[in-house]
């Protein structure tokens, strides 16, 4: 996951704790706590301690997990107020906004476990891009063409991952483009071509889906974490830890 500098608040001092914080030089937890935190994250927090350059975050503890699988996959009651005090530790540090149209902030929403388990679990990556962050995006990186790449490779991650979207479909559209404009390549695709392959990528998916494709980062977070804590029990993944 990625988040905060500062522990969350508590509603009383006996209250789990669910959420566990790391960067800028500081961290909740330590290469001791894989059990709690994670490999991947036991080691970041460790990481951030010693004061090597990670980017901050934060971590949702096995605990959660736990919690999620044995209550209907629901979260306890404080998880997203608690998050929600992790990500503004994560903008403090990083000096930006999730969520931002001028200059936004995106997550990495990634997997974790006791024992790496590589490939296995789901990961989302750029999350926070919409249509209008994505123009922010394009405006502080001066790249246009990278920002609108960006943007459909989060839209067809995300919508493969969350949404549950086929991503062959994606990749059907993808190709049709490059052979109506007599190019081989990702890299021959102008900003123009991203923009309108954005725009046939979400067509799919509300056709496919009957919704939109949800514009909401906070809505696209919960999206995230969600599909990959159910990526937990997917065939692939009971099958690697039974072998």
Known sequence: MTAALRAPKTSSQNQKKWIYSFGGGTADGDAGMKN????????????SKIGLPVPPGFILSTEVCTHFYQNNNT???SLKDDAKAALAGIEKIMGLKFGDTANPLLLSIRSGARVSMPGMMDTVLNLGLNDKTVEGLAAVSADARFA??????????YSNVVLDVE?????????????DEKITL???????????????????????TGKPFPQDPIEQLWGAISAVFNSWM???AMTYRKL
């Open 36 to 47: 709690l935190l994670g490999g991947k994250g036991a080691n970041l927090a460790e990481m």
């Open 75 to 77: 979260y306890p009651e």
């Open 148 to 157: 609108w790449d960006s943007y459909r490779r989060f839209i067809q991650m």
């Open 167 to 179: 991503h062959h479909l994606f990749e059907d559209i993808l190709d049709g483009y490059k052979r």
């Open 186 to 208: 990702d890299t021959q695709v102008t900003a123009e071509g991203w923009k309108e392959i954005v725009g046939n990528y979400k067509k799919i998916i509300q056709e496919e």
């Open 234 to 236: 997917t065939p692939r």
